[in-house]
């Protein structure tokens, strides 16, 4: 993956003693594989909603964590987790009212075919299982991603990760094909495009005799920029995938749990049901989670000769988290909000394009959006967007950039995030611009 907002040891010398001696510490004791973020790199030490605090005392607005859905240290969340704690934390090899129970209010939220659930602990063993539990089913190997797409760290998903770069290897037998467009102006082409994307790798692997198992994506596009528009435009993809075969996995990994504001999951902004979906990081607010849910009958011949067991995946102690959460999205009835405070920061950013000409292509869905930085050509500007990700942060306001060309500004609080942070945002973003502008 390209190294957007990765802190840079080499130019490192104006920071305090105390942050270079952490700094090393963890290059001498993690290795050299971990990133930071920001060239003065923070030093978090506690988060209450919306809001993280670092070492100084300095409060930051999250405007990047996704983990957090709920918001950090959500009262409700902690006290499941600090109760179940205190009396049983075990596996899903014994009988227990929790791992059933959160497991029937998960699916009691996805369409009625999507009715079994298998626990992991992180995405990307979810989508790991996803694709063994395809694989198994079509008897295929072939599996489509988009060419800037991440669904995790395993070596079958690294080896599908294409923004992992050309060090890690694309799994032979798998196509990765562009990201949709943002086109607007004709939306029809968008879905058509992508559709006509799909069968071209399928057209291609039955060449080199590989059968499709899956076309596995992220429903928001994330790492790949970010694309949501028109609605519904992954039917004609997903009807080619089927036709061909394959299974249509949605990695709701990003868009789940209710970040578009209108759905609890992204596929439904498409009007779709796919054959798996995997879930993860928001799923237990920071406690480590994730799953893959699934129509009973793909799963039955490989549940019946493969058993499955992950020491971790639904213990106890999860089982009550993930409830919790699921409870604070329901019991505040987030999705509404989610929707204002969204639209509030697609509006506000929208407003600022004619003054500041490097924004463009502002677009989002709820609490996830994305702007694009470009230079006077009109051409990815990463430098330029890095500079905002560092000015926010001088305004005290956390964002992240992603993209091929790591120049779109990712916007992505937690679900929590209200209309009034939105405003504090666009204002953050206003002053930080003005600034470069002066600078410029
Ligand atoms: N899928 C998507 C779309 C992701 O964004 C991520 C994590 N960034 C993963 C899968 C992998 O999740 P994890 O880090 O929990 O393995």
């Not at 799994?171 to 029809?188: G, L, M, T, Y």
Request: net charge negative.
């Amino acid at each position: 993956m390209l190294k957007t907002n990765a802190f840079d040891a080499s130019t490192g010398d104006t920071l305090s003693a105390a942050k270079r001696d952490m700094i090393e510490r963890r290059r001498r004791l993690l290795g050299p594989a971990y990133q930071l973020f920001y060239q003065d790199p923070l030093h978090l030490v506690r988060g209450e909603g919306v809001w993280v605090f670092d070492a100084d005392g300095n409060r930051y607005l999250d405007v990047y964590n996704n983990v957090p859905s709920v918001g950090h240290c959500h009262p409700h969340v902690l006290e499941a987790l600090t109760r179940q704690a205190s009396e049983l934390n075990t596996h899903t090899r014994y009988l227990h009212d929790n791992v059933l129970d959160f497991a029937e209010k998960l699916i009691g939220t996805m369409p009625e075919a999507l009715s079994q659930v298998m626990f992991t602990c992180t995405g990307s063993e979810a989508n790991d299982l996803a694709l063994r539990i395809a694989e198994d089913y079509t008897g295929g190997t072939g599996v489509i991603v988009t060419d800037y797409s991440y669904h995790g760290m395993t070596k079958s998903i690294a080896a599908l990760s294409a923004s992992m770069g050309p060090y890690v290897k694309l799994d032979r037998d798998a196509r990765a094909i562009p990201a949709p467009i943002h086109d607007p102006a004709n939306p029809a082409a968008v879905g058509k495009r992508f559709a006509a994307d799909v069968r071209a790798a399928v057209a291609d692997m039955r060449r080199h005799g590989i059968r499709p198992a899956a076309l596995l994506i992220d429903t928001f596009f994330t790492s790949d920029g970010g694309f949501f528009d028109p609605p519904g435009f992954l039917q004609e993809a997903v009807a080619a995938i089927r036709e061909a075969g394959g299974l249509y996995i949605a990695d709701e990994v990003q868009p789940g749990y209710g970040r578009s504001g209108e759905h609890m999951w992204g596929f439904e902004r498409h009007a779709l049901v796919p054959d798996l979906v995997t879930l993860g990081k928001p799923m237990g607010n920071g406690h480590p989670m994730a799953a893959t849910v699934v129509k009973p009958h793909i799963l039955e011949r490989f549940g019946s000769e493969s058993s499955y067991f992950n020491t971790f995946g639904g213990n106890t102690v999860s089982a009550a988290v993930g409830l919790a959460v699921l409870e604070v999205i329901e019991q505040e009835n987030l999705l509404p909000s989610i929707q204002r405070a969204g639209k509030a920061i697609v509006e506000g950013i929208s407003a600022l394009v004619p003054r500041y000409p490097v924004l463009a292509n502002v677009r989002g869905a709820g609490l996830y959006a994305s702007v694009e930085i470009i230079d006077s050509k009109g051409k990815p500007d990463a430098a330029m967007a890095l500079a905002i990700v560092n000015g926010l942060r001088d305004e005290g306001i956390l964002i992240g950039a992603i993209g091929p060309h790591a120049n779109i500004l990712k916007i992505r609080p937690p679900l929590v995030f209200q209309a009034t942070h939105s405003r504090m945002l666009v204002e953050g973003l206003e002053k930080a611009l003005t600034k470069l502008m002066s600078h410029a």
